[in-house]
């Protein structure tokens, strides 16, 4: 499994790890803060790392859904048939769901939720008001990065819509 990240020191940093019957490990990083993120560059880090792991030992890799990734899966399969490539299936739901967010039926709404959330949030009387009538429990707010939080920020207010009411009127 793929990643690319970005720190806090604005480096680009690119992670690899293998999952097996056992779990999750991580076997490799690399700040590539200076290098063209290619297809050609993804693909020769990701097979050096099968060859690190034993090609006999992969049966796929999964990445993100970019064009890059794309490409890099093209030139495994051309060396290495025998290993399949996988989209992400939670980053194809979150552009999906990043589609579905801009259409005008639902970004209105959105946007209303996510006006609502800074406003409590900023107050802290406010948000100490929220946190007495639903019992501390929190509003999901949006993230910047996973689309995923507009939806959890819809449903966690409406799952608080009548506790709300109370310090609303």
């Not at 999964?62 to 939670?90: M, Q, S």
Request: with cysteine; proline share 2%.
């Amino acid at each position: 499994m793929t990643d690319a990240w970005t720190d806090r020191k604005k480096r680009s940093i690119m992670n690899l790890c293998v999952n097996c019957k056992e779990g999750t490990c991580f076997l490799s990083s690399k700040d590539v803060s200076t290098e063209s993120h290619t297809g050609e560059y993804i693909f020769d880090y990701v097979d050096k790392c099968i060859e690190e792991v034993g090609p006999e030992n992969v049966v796929q890799v999964v990445t993100d859904n970019a064009t890059n990734n794309v490409l890099a899966a093209k030139y495994l399969k051309e060396k290495r048939p025998h290993i399949f490539w996988i989209g992400c299936a939670a980053h194809t739901i979150d552009l999906m769901l990043e589609g579905i967010s801009k259409l005008a039926r639902f970004k209105k709404v959105i946007d209303q939720a996510k006006s609502l959330t800074i406003f409590i949030y900023a107050h802290h009387k406010t948000l100490a008001m929220m946190r007495a009538f639903t019992k501390k429990r929190d509003i999901v707010r949006p993230g910047i990065t996973r689309f995923v939080t507009c939806f959890l920020t819809l449903q966690s207010l409406l799952e608080k819509k009548n506790s709300n009411k109370v310090y609303v009127w």
